[in-house]
């Protein structure tokens, strides 16, 4: 059985980003070329599993040890919790300062973004590929990161279980079939894993995963 696990990256490093958007452009083209020059000017200094920070994504660092965790980077593109990376700062999310729509005069377009930026030397070229011959893909994403690659996901041919905190947003993009069976009581009184609701598709996908090996 072939299990891939794929989840958002954290605004939280163990290194300080050197890599953050200053200037602002007409359109989304322009501040990708930009962006993606400081990119390619930049080492390579330590791997994604040991710089990205946050709770969530640690936790699934931890459940995944013995399968292959790919993270969807707002900055980077698809890459594998292996690869090394630089460290950056940018987000799709809105109300940071380091949101990519602050840097972009004209209207921003996830989906459009997305097939920008996993064209830099750090990004696997698409999920589809990455997920080829696989039997079950999971899958915790926030909503902005669900928008943005609803599309990937629909062509991913292998079974997917979807892991979020919104479920009416998986209904709005056609996805409800493939959403888990978590829901918010997962956070209730008796939970031995409560935590921000920024982190709950990826503290449910860890939940997921310890129980699958418990009883597979």
Known sequence: MRIISITHCSAKKSIK???V???IYNNMNDFFIEWNDQL???????TAELLYGGRGIKELFKSNFDHDLYIISAGLGLIHKKDPIPSYSLTVSKDTEVSINNFIKEGFDSSAWWNLVVQ????????EEITYGS????ISLTSPYLFMLSE???KINATVILFTGNQSILSKLGMSHLSSPYTDSFDGPDSLNKGAKVDFAQRI???????YKKYS
């Open 205 to 211: 996908h860890s939940d997921f995963i310890r129980r």
């Open 40 to 46: 390619d000017k930049e080492k390579s200094i330590i």
């Open 21 to 23: 958007p200053q200037n």
């Open 152 to 154: 990937e996901i629909k």
């Open 135 to 138: 039997d079950i893909v999971l």
């Open 17 to 19: 980003p050197t890599i």
């Open 120 to 127: 830099t030397k750090y990004s696997r070229p698409s999920i």
